[in-house]
């Protein structure tokens, strides 16, 4: 499997204040991957240095390469940007209303993505966006609606129709159903992971529900205080977490238990250039030590292990 | 409609909310002249009672209604038809004067904490205000208590909710719902906007907080398995209606109504997802929205 994504040593800050620090991240053709954690963990910032789309004052540093791709994407000028931009990385954000044209109708926003990138001449481009929309469960007369006249689960599925348009290599998706209610929901998630099946696309899949991150993905990175701090598959982190995070955030979420009193992490995510030094968790953590104030080294190959002085599951604790 | 046979252990506790047959309909601006305006229907005929001491919860989609019903609860709203008797007392037609008593007795807590606290407030004047308004003495000795029973420290009511994190604040609108030593505490979304482990948290603390202080709990939310684990019994509202009521763990093990069915199946858990369901079984029992 050749790897669509390749994220090396990724760090992210604005002024002198680190945000994401020494992530690595690969997805391969046709993976799902998910991006767990709180807010404030550094997942969306990670995604927008994919898309080289990080405010004015914020610089990425590292390595990121795409598939297909011949230049490095941090760095690269937005000429150049935004021509990988909408053809071979694709975003969804969380709020749909924000991510489309208010004064356009939606048929003109879906062929416009394909104009734009020259995929399609003009007639065509009207057949696809009809073709689009009936893929995402939508009537062809959404074509002629402005986005104000659908409701919160339509435009999110617009959106995604848009995303989609140019068959994206890589789609990204930043919490594309927490504004939306679980019914809607149900048939979002599953239009993105056909979309991204029929196309052998990869999806980065960024959330903070850990129960939509396991239906959705088959690999997942949690990441706390702009550091991967646990990756591997889905079924292995959630039943059997090693980083004391992964553990605390786990029990936080079982809404199952039969205990009156759930399991919480103490303390809240302290602000960003706030988190302490060394482990990012130490603070939180009860199972910290004196050994925590150095930087925990990666335990583990490249796309299962975590960072932990500490970790869970060796009968220590 | 599916109603529970109430035992007699139930009987003798005294209600603390009963709603009869709620209508509330709103006119929407009119689009013709020559047409009446049109109206929509956000209450169609709820009924509900709610014993003291209980722990309700009423989960719905947005625009089901829920948010009107909880309004009409709290004399927010006038209803169309129908009551709402609060503690022996109808509260629907009553003028605001007489409402005193009510509202000293039940307190709300939002979804939005920075949208409910006075940014230019300090945080003890927030917490303080629901007694002066109600001509009480708001000592700072108060103050302090509530601030410590939601677990905040003492200097917090120097600040001002723009220094507090989203749970923290959460809190904070806890802590000002308390001031007047309500009987009833309503809960809208209250933990929607949090994180995860920050939601455990203040989960704990409702809970916490309706055991000690002996309240009785309303708990509104989207998310039916937060409701499960802090409610004994749910009404889930669809377009305007109850369709079911029921014991929290009945409801989510055995739906009866199908949009209960739907609900319940499209709700993403880990237990399932690990036994590997995927997005399609999560519409299993549904059809497109």
């Known amino acids: ?317 | 409609m599916t109603e529970h046979i109430p035992t007699t252990h139930e009987l003798e506790t005294p209600t603390a909310i009963q709603v009869v047959d709620l209508v509330r309909d709103y006119p929407r601006p009119r689009t013709s002249l020559f047409q009446p305006a049109p109206v929509v229907h956000a209450l169609r005929g709820v009924s509900l009672e709610v014993k003291q001491g209980e722990r309700f919860g009423i989960v719905g989609e947005s625009g089901c209604g829920k948010s009107t019903l909880l309004r009409l609860i709290a004399a927010l709203d006038r209803a169309t038809s129908g009551h709402v008797i609060v503690e022996d007392t109808d509260i629907t037609r009553l003028p605001e004067r007489r409402l005193r008593s009510l509202r000293e007795n039940l307190q709300l807590v939002f979804q939005d904490p920075m949208s409910s606290l006075d940014p230019r407030m300090r945080v003890r004047d927030i917490i303080a205000e629901p007694l002066v308004v109600q001509g009480h003495p708001a000592s700072g000795e108060r103050v302090r208590e509530l601030l410590e029973a939601v677990g905040l420290s003492a200097d917090a009511g120097d600040r001002y909710p723009h220094q507090f994190s989203g749970g923290q604040r959460q809190r904070i609108s806890i802590a000002r719902a308390l001031a007047p030593r309500p009987r009833i505490l309503i809960a809208d979304e209250p933990v929607s906007a949090l994180d995860v482990s920050v939601r455990a948290q203040v989960l704990n603390l409702i809970s916490d907080l309706v055991d000690e202080l002996d309240l009785t709990l309303v708990f509104v939310s989207h998310d039916l398995s937060v409701v499960k684990h802090v409610c004994d019994r749910v009404a889930v509202m669809n377009a305007g209606q109850i369709v079911e009521t029921g014991y929290t763990g009945d409801v989510y093990a055995a739906p009866q109504h199908p949009y209960t069915q739907r609900l319940v199946s499209a709700i993403p858990t880990l237990q399932r997802a690990l036994s590997g369901a995927t997005t399609a079984d999560l519409l299993a029992k549904g059809e497109s929205a």
């Open chain 1, 1 to 317: 499997m050749n790897d669509v994504l390749t994220v090396r040593g990724l760090s992210v800050t604005v002024r002198d204040t680190a945000l994401v620090s020494d992530v690595d991240l690969t997805v391969g053709a046709g993976e799902r991957v998910g991006l767990i954690g709180e807010s404030g963990s550094g997942k969306s910032l990670t995604a927008l240095s994919i898309l080289g789309l990080l405010p004015e004052d914020v610089r990425a540093g590292g390595s990121v390469r795409l598939d297909g791709v011949d230049h490095e994407l941090v760095g690269a000028d937005e000429r150049r940007m935004s021509r990988v931009r909408g053809r071979d990385i694709a975003m969804v954000f969380q709020e749909p209303m924000t991510a489309l044209n208010p004064t356009m109708r939606i048929g003109d926003q879906l062929a416009e993505a394909m104009l734009i990138h020259k995929t399609l001449a003009k007639p065509a481009a009207r057949t696809a966006a009809a073709d689009l929309l009936d893929r995402v469960q939508l009537p062809a007369e959404t074509l002629r609606a402005y986005p104000h006249q659908l409701s919160g689960g339509q435009r999110q599925r617009v959106v995604l129709a848009l995303a989609l348009a140019n068959d994206p290599a890589l789609l990204i998706c930043d919490e594309p159903t927490t504004a939306l209610d679980v019914t809607v929901q149900a048939l979002v998630l599953d239009l993105i992971v056909r979309g991204v099946v029929d196309r052998s696309s990869a999806l980065l899949f960024i959330t903070h529900d850990l129960a939509v991150v396991a239906t959705v993905c088959e690999r997942v990175l949690v990441m706390y205080g702009g550091r991967v701090v646990e990756a591997g598959p889905v079924a292995e982190v959630f039943t059997r977490p090693r980083h004391r995070y992964t553990e605390g955030l786990l029990a936080a979420s079982d809404l199952e238990t039969t205990s009156r009193r759930l399991t919480t992490i103490p303390g809240n995510v302290p602000p960003a250039g706030r988190f302490p030094s060394g482990c990012v968790f130490r603070t939180r953590c009860a199972h910290a030590t004196a050994l925590c104030e150095e930087t925990p080294p990666w335990t583990g190959s490249e796309t299962a292990g975590f960072a932990c002085h500490h970790p869970a599951g060796v009968g220590n604790d």
